[in-house]
C-alpha cells in the first residue's frame, strides 16, 4: 500500500481498470507473494509493472540491473522489453524467498535472460565492471544515495535509472528527519537534482519513483 493509495483508493481503482491487463504470470505471482510473505505490500504494484514493462519495451535494453528483486514481479515486468541476447542481473539478500523468485523465473518465457543473484548490492557494484541500459532500485532505503554514487559509472549516455520509494510516504518533507532512511532518500533526492549528468523528475506514481536519463 502506497502513501497515494492511502490517501485516495477509489482513484487508484480508477487508475488501474483504466491500463491494460497484467499477464497471467504476474497475476499467479501477485496471489502467492500475499499468501506466502509476510511484508507482500512490497511488491512492485500493477501501474508500477506497467510502467516498467512499457519503459523497457520502448528501450529494448541489452542489460538491466535490479538491486531488490523479492519475489521478482519487476523482474518479469523489466525482462519483457530485453533484446533477444539481452539480460537482466537481479539482486537480493533474502535466501529464505529465493524458491519463489526461482520458480516463477523458470516458468517465464523470459528464464535464459533472468541472471537471479543471491548477493548484496554494494559488494556486487563495487566488483562489476559492466555497464547497464537500464537500471531500478528498490531495496533498502538506508543504502540510496550510496547506491546512486555507485551505480553512476556503470552507466553511459541514455542509460535509465529508477529509484523507487522515493517520496518514502510523503517522509521527504520532514525537515530534520530522525529515520535513517528518510535521511538517505532526502539525500539521494538532492544529489540527483544537483547532478547534470541527468535529466530527471520524480513520477508522483504510488510511492514516487525518481527517473533518471543520463545526457
Ligand atoms: C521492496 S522489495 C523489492 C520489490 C521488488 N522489486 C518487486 O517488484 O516486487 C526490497 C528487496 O530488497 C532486498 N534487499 C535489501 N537489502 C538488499 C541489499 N543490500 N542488496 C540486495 N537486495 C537487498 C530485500 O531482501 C527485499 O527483497
Known sequence: MSFFEEKNPEMDRYLEAHASSEPEI????R??????TTQPHMISGYQQGRLLTIISQMM???NILEIGTFTGYATLCLAAGLTENGRITTLDVNEDLAY??????????????IDFRL????????????????IFIDADKENYAEYFRLI???TKS???????????YGKVLEENPKQKATQAIKELNDLIAKDDDFENLILPLRDGVNFLRRK
Open 31 to 36: 496471489r502467492e507473494t500475499y499468501q506466502k
Open 119 to 134: 548477493q548484496d548490492a554494494k559488494e556486487f557494484l563495487n566488483e562489476t565492471a559492466q555497464f547497464f541500459d537500464l
Open 158 to 168: 541514455g542509460s535509465v535509472i529508477m529509484f523507487d520509494n522515493v517520496l518514502w
Open 26 to 29: 504476474l497475476k499467479k505471482l
Open 100 to 113: 519463489l523468485p526461482k520458480k516463477y523465473f523458470a516458468e517465464s518465457e523470459h528464464s535464459t535472460r
Open 60 to 62: 529494448r535494453p541489452e
Open 152 to 154: 553512476k559509472p556503470r
